[in-house]
């Protein structure tokens, strides 16, 4: 399969500098040249990146796709654990005979270096005959099963090569995604297939005992692991293998009993006990069974959930659950007299095998109820603890129960639910290491780990070769822009110039660069029933107070003494309905403002204020903990403040309008777009939510916001029409009813393989909105031009110094390091920018790869830049500096990190939709029908313009 020439794809482009006036056509995102060092005070490095560099003797590969049949019984294909034992058996009992020649993804994916169906266009059928994962032989009545196998193409490496090194832009190959594919399966081959490792999703490996294996005790059950991801890529000129340091929070291993103890040691919510445990899959050890060799072969099961008052209930002997999570002496089931057809099954935990005998009852009385406590007790001799909640492993309507106690944790299960704040810290303290540890890690644990010896047989079978050292790759240190306030004196106007070190710097002696006023505003001081209030006494409060007032003040907020607000006192059976009468009461006094102080961090309150504040009532309001409020805390009052000064309208810092390029010209609109969407665990009518902020002047200091919902796990954004028109309104408000020539879009929330999507889905609503908005003498003229770029957080690429010099003080890379060459493809325009000082552990660069470019390949470079990458590094390097909430560089671009706040703010309206349902019920992301809708989301008209988010 040959590389092939044809129309220019969208996001791709030739490696030549454009700049020199380039007036063409619309087209899609071409490399805008690489970053130059031109007249700027541009420092050159050399990184370390965590990459291998792939070698490959381009032998031919051969893929085919296997299906395997419904099961009969269920009318469902096998999935999971049994699918993935069924694949590697139709290999070792049909393909024996090529050894390391052949290797699956053990889903779908067949991969071999040689022809193994003879016709390429027929469908083969093979008959694979089943036995467990630990079994070493077959029972005499094993179940069958049908599986299909199809060539679907032959693909080439050395082709893929090829295309990488050709320097014509027009050059196109179809296949690169298969081939990257193939190889990922073949390299991934060896971790799969250890059973010291355990494997999440396609490419992420972690040992789970050995010399090789690193865990962390994170508290209530939950373990970190630390393992690695690997994937292959392409680059100019050459394939690589990215490798990266990865944790994974998992349920302990070991005995059941301790993992619930764990998990709740005093107070037992069975509810919750249920959602923690639920598919959790357990070693069941009362009943041993050895094979050929002598082994003990493992019996597995997965906890449907706790014993039930319903579990049964169609059965003529149901079993007798007198409450749901009781223990094994009041959980009791019947007995069957022998010979008599079982209505449930046993609860020795497991149907019996046809042609076995059920374990006898030993003393216990056939035909009637027996507790599971009694059962176990005479018949395996097992004591039960009468407080530990029965488990089901079977279903609802054929339960079969166990105690816990013969039950054991299988390692290397993926915790579901969200970690506590004290299994966050566990697994921060873990995880964060110094940039030089997560690199040396990668070269020998991880080599190790992933079976990257240049002696392995698979790799060496199908000519591939890693070389385990990492890459070096060229990148520049982009110097800070000044940052501009005003005089600290309120009489004065001046401007005040404030040079970054380190991506950061103080408002010591300065003020807001545009400052607001703030004449009427009030308090909510909110204290939980039963605990002590924060303030022993009303003077204490109102002296802190007028100490927050006073740096308003200073900070350039002009706050009068704010009205005399309430306390309240709420409980959890109530807060909601306390919580809004009480801002509406304080509405009467019409403030600007409401400052909200809560007890304590609690998410129910938080977002009841939230909802309150911005959707109900329609009014400003910043939250404080009462316990660093009354601190009074210089530092924590300033960082209030410049919430309080963007909520007001106010820029809290400035750049120069010569480092915002075009931007300065007040014709460019910049557009940050985000979606959300449920995490495991949240109920089924949780809807995805797509944010969208835009810029409102040349300043970039006010972001307006758009919250829609739309149907759950949608990744491109539904109602992108509407939201812009919105804020195209609210920018012609602004500028005399102009509209902008130029929107510069900065896409977050978009996975690697949807790139194209966001081209051709929401490409085509932005226009859509513009032609609706703008008269049809600009849009006659091709106005307005866009460009789009994807900004993306969850990458798994690092950098690393090489010299001691180029470090910072963590050990990372400079802030202001970027990268757009050694890692990244000729075709594509994209760029690594870590414009943020990491304080510790390693920095993670932003991503931007721009996927359709209408403006940046009209404009003419002006000195220091000679081409668009220059442009685009610089601009989006720039705004680092202006995010509003801090006196630092931050990670991502404001565009995109705003739009990622509005997502987090509508999640805090729609927290019954995202918190887990108390039955346990999750989303599926599927179903027409949306229970939330936009009216749940929508902002209060008194505050819809405003940055209510940050």
């Not at 002997?317 to 008599?340: D, I, S, Y």
């Not at 908005?773 to 866009?786: D, E, R, V």
Request: with cysteine; proline share 6%.
């Amino acid at each position: 399969m040959s590389s092939q020439r044809g129309n220019t794809q969208r996001g791709r482009g030739g490696d030549r500098g454009r700049g020199q006036g380039d007036k063409g056509a619309s087209r899609g995102g071409r490399r805008g040249g690489r970053g130059s060092t031109t007249e700027l005070p541009i420092r050159q490095v050399t990184l370390y990146a965590n990459y291998l560099d792939l070698k490959s003797a381009g032998a031919q590969l051969f893929r085919y796709r296997v299906e395997i049949s419904p099961d009969p019984a269920t009318r469902k294909p096998p999935a999971g654990k049994k699918a993935q034992q069924i694949i590697k058996l139709l290999i070792e009992q049909h393909f024996s005979e090529l050894g390391k020649n052949i290797v699956t993804d053990y889903k779908s994916t067949l991969i071999t270096n040689l022809k193994i169906l003879g016709n390429e266009e027929e469908i083969y059928q093979y008959d694979v005959r089943y036995r467990g994962e630990y079994d070493d032989e077959y029972s005499e009545d094993a179940k069958v099963y049908r599986v299909t196998c199809q060539f679907t193409g032959r693909l080439n490496p050395a082709e893929l090569l090829a295309y990488l090194t050709s320097t014509n832009p027009d050059d196109q190959f179809g296949s690169k995604a298969e081939v990257l594919q193939a190889m990922n399966i073949i390299l991934g081959n060896h971790p799969k297939i250890q059973d010291w490792i355990a494997s999440v999703g396609a490419n992420k490996h972690y040992a789970i005992r050995g010399d090789l294996c690193e865990k962390w005790d994170l508290g209530a059950g939950l373990e970190a692991l630390r393992g690695f991801f690997i994937s292959v890529r392409a680059a100019t000129s050459r394939l690589l293998l990215n490798v990266q340091v990865k944790y994974i929070a998992c349920y302990q291993e070991g005995p059941l009993a301790h993992v619930i103890k764990e998990y709740q040691p005093r107070h037992r919510d069975v509810n919750a006990l249920r959602r923690f445990l639920v598919k959790l899959r357990v070693r069941v050890t009362h009943i041993q069974k050895k094979n050929k060799r002598g082994d003990v072969v493992p019996r597995i099961k997965a906890i449907a959930g706790l014993a039930t008052t319903n579990d049964g209930a169609s059965q003529a002997n149901p079993p007798r659950v007198p409450r749901h999570g009781a223990g094994p002496k009041e959980v009791e089931f019947f007995l069957e007299a022998p010979g008599q057809q079982p209505s449930q099954s046993a609860s020795s935990g497991a149907k019996g095998k046809k042609g076995k005998k059920p374990a006898k009852a030993g003393p216990a009385q056939a035909g009637g109820y027996i507790s599971v406590a009694d059962f176990f007790r005479q018949n395996y001799g097992t004591n039960t603890d009468p407080y530990m909640p029965v488990i089901n492993v079977g279903t609802t309507e054929n339960p079969s129960y166990l105690p816990v106690e013969v039950c054991e944790v299988v390692p290397g299960q993926p915790a579901k639910a969200k970690l506590s704040p004290n299994q966050t810290r566990n697994m921060l303290n873990f995880a964060v290491r110094a940039p030089p540890q997560n690199a040396a890690s990668i070269v020998t644990t991880g080599t190790q780990l992933l079976g990257l010896s240049p002696q392995s047989p698979t790799l060496e079978n199908f000519s591939i070769r890693p070389d385990c050292n990492l890459i070096t790759v060229q990148g520049r240190v982009l110097p800070a822009p000044n940052v501009y306030y005003k005089d600290a004196s309120k009489q004065s106007q001046k401007s005040v110039t404030v040079k970054p070190q380190f991506g950061s710097w103080n408002m010591r002696s300065i003020r807001f660069s545009t400052s607001t006023n703030l004449p009427v505003w009030t308090w909510l001081v909110i204290n939980a029933d039963g605990s002590k209030p924060p303030f022993a006494r009303q003077e204490d409060f109102d002296n802190v107070l007028g100490g927050f007032t006073a740096k308003l003040n200073e900070m350039g907020v002009a706050a009068q003494r704010a009205l005399r607000g309430e306390i309240i006192s709420v409980n959890k059976d109530n807060y909601e309905a306390q919580i809004t009468a009480a801002v509406g009461r304080l509405m009467n006094k019409k403030p600007s403002l409401i400052l909200s102080v809560l007890p304590f961090s609690d998410a129910d309150y938080y977002n009841c204020i939230k909802r309150a504040c911005d959707l109900t009532h329609g009014v400003r309001n910043i939250n404080v903990l009462a316990d660093k409020f009354r601190d009074a805390n210089p530092q924590y009052f300033a960082n209030v403040g410049l919430k309080v000064n963007l909520k007001l309208g106010g820029a809290n810092q400035l750049l120069d309008a010569k480092e915002l390029g075009l931007i300065g010209q007040n014709k460019t609109m910049l557009v940050g777009m985000d979606v959300t969407h449920p995490s495991p665990g949240s109920s089924a009518n949780a809807p995805s939510v797509a944010g969208m902020v835009a810029s409102v002047d040349s300043t970039l200091s006010q972001w307006p916001a758009e919250i829609r919902v739309q149907r759950s796990r949608e990744e491109m954004i539904q109602d992108l029409s509407d939201m812009l028109k919105a804020h195209l309104k609210r920018w012609a408000r602004s500028h005399s009813n102009a509209y902008p020539e130029n929107i510069i879009v900065y896409r977050d929330g978009v996975s690697e393989g949807q790139y194209e999507l966001v081209v051709q889905k929401e490409l085509p609503l932005l226009k859509n909105a513009c032609k609706e908005t703008y008269p049809a003498s600009l849009t006659k003229q091709g106005l307005p031009h866009i460009s789009i770029a994807i900004v993306g957080k969850r990458h798994n690429t690092r950098f690393y110094p090489t010299k001691e010099g180029d470090a910072d003080r963590s050990g990372n890379p400079s802030n202001g390091t970027i990268v757009d060459r050694g890692v990244t493809e000729a075709r594509n325009w994209d760029f690594y920018l870590q414009a943020h000082t990491a304080l510790k552990g390693t920095a993670r660069p932003a991503h931007y790869f721009t996927v359709w470019d209408e403006i940046f390949c009209r404009q003419q470079p002006r000195p220091p830049y000679q081409n668009s990458a220059d442009v685009l590094e610089a601009l989006t390097h720039h705004m680092c500096y202006l995010f509003g909430r801090a006196t630092k560089a931050v990670s991502i671009c404001p565009p995109a990190y705003y739009a990622d706040l509005v997502c987090t703010r509508a999640r805090c309206y729609l927290s019954s939709a995202f918190e887990p349902s108390p039955a346990g019920s999750v989303a599926t992301g599927s179903g027409p029908s949306l229970k939330v809708g936009n009216a749940d989301v929508r902002i209060h008209p008194n505050v819809q313009d405003t940055m209510f988010y940050i």
